[in-house]
């Protein structure tokens, strides 16, 4: 049973105010800006989108969900940043449930010397950790009813069950799903990740989407663009994207906040025609793309088509470069467009973009030695 040695932390405090969630996606805030972001002032554009979610939950009452990477770079030391950060947590009327990312840390532990350590230390942000469930009461017109949210920060192993396996039929599944979730005293279930699922037109190494007994929905932050839901059994899995673009291919994405009630009855389509609870995107303010990026020199390929470079094909016995070389396999990562960004950076000469650049590579060589 995976949740064996779970704390369950109650959240009391709202009373019978709270009527949802709002997904506020991978907001990446960063001192710098990524390569090709045009910005004067990306943090002051991150933090706009982000205060656009903050002031929604303060208006419907909506709990924010931040599904990791809200900081861009692990390293992140700037005094200035981490202020206008604390003074929009601060606007918040209740503070903002956060997962771990692969960008917040570096390595698997949070550790005091992470930017994001401050904020939850200060209590302006709850983390999602490992073997914790927060109990949130949620109103459904006039009841109130008990949520259960938990996350599996980056690079965990994502759980089969919660409350142990069961084999019998549908019929008996659901009832035994039923007894346990009273035994943890909640009605519905929410489990956060921060990983490469295999979702539509996902990344071929991406992990499979699967039933998790116990859970009844799943939200993936790290992959930025919107996909469809999937439903696996009794559990509906989401991959709403994130807020604000930081790689040329998402630019044209129209960028969302979503919103979810965990007692709607509405539902929406999966990508196999299956239905899955509704939840709704809210877009943020429109940036023309064509501001937002500088687009010099940069030439869509369409996957396929594009030609693998010499020194890659000389060098078959690497999985990463196999991997790149089959032409299936040619679709963007999270890590490889940030890489890509990072090493025009370095081109034009910047210290401590390359710094940031040598890092990512390092990461991805790790990442392909790791899937061997
Ligand atoms: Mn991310």
């Not at 969630?21 to 990524?34: A, N, Q, R, T």
């Not at 489990?191 to 990344?203: N, P, Q």
Request: glycine share 6%.
């Amino acid at each position: 049973m995976y949740f064996e040695n779970t704390k369950i932390i109650e959240q009391s405090f709202v009373g019978d105010e709270c009527q949802g969630f709002l997904w506020i996606g991978d907001p990446h805030l960063w001192s710098k800006k990524p390569g090709r972001r045009t910005d004067e002032d990306f943090a002051g554009t991150v933090l706009e989108d982000m205060l656009q979610g903050i002031v929604l939950c303060n208006q419907k009452k909506m709990w924010p969900i931040i599904p990791g990477d809200l900081l861009h770079n692990e390293k992140e030391a700037d005094i200035e940043l981490i202020t206008r950060l604390l003074r929009l947590l601060k606007k918040s009327w209740v503070p903002p449930l956060v997962l771990v990312g692969n960008h917040d840390i570096n390595g698997k532990k949070i550790q005091d010397r992470h930017a994001l350590k401050i904020l939850i230390e200060v209590e302006y942000l709850i983390p999602l950790e490992k073997n914790t469930l927060y109990v949130i009461p949620v109103y459904d017109g006039k009841i109130e009813k008990k949520v259960g949210i938990f996350g599996i920060p980056y690079g965990e192993a994502i759980p089969r069950e919660i409350f142990g396996t069961y084999d019998g039929n549908m019929k008996e599944k659901n009832k035994f799903i039923l007894t346990k979730k009273k035994e943890f005293g909640v009605e519905w279930i929410a489990m956060i990740t921060h990983h490469d699922l295999a979702f539509e037109g996902a990344y071929p190494t991406s992990l499979p989407l699967h039933e998790i007994i116990g859970v009844d929905a799943w939200f993936n932050g790290h992959m930025h663009s919107t996909k469809r839901p999937v439903k696996k059994d009794t559990t509906s899995c989401y991959n709403p994207g994130n807020i604000t673009p930081i790689s040329v291919d998402l630019s044209t994405q129209e960028h969302k906040i979503w919103e979810i009630y965990p007692w709607t009855r509405t539902m929406m389509e999966t990508s196999d025609g299956t239905y899955v609870q509704e939840i709704i995107g809210v877009p943020l303010k429109y940036r023309d793309p064509k501001m937002l990026f500088d687009y010099t020199g940069y030439h869509v390929v369409p996957a396929g088509e594009a030609q693998i470079p010499d020194f890659l094909v000389e060098a078959p016995h690497l999985e990463f470069v196999e991997q790149l070389s089959c032409e299936n396999n040619r679709r963007r990562t999270d890590e490889a467009v940030n890489a890509r960004e990072a090493l025009g950076l370095l081109k034009n000469n910047n210290i401590e973009a390359s710094d940031f650049a040598f890092d990512y590579l390092e990461y991805l060589l790790e990442k392909s030695i790791e899937t061997k």
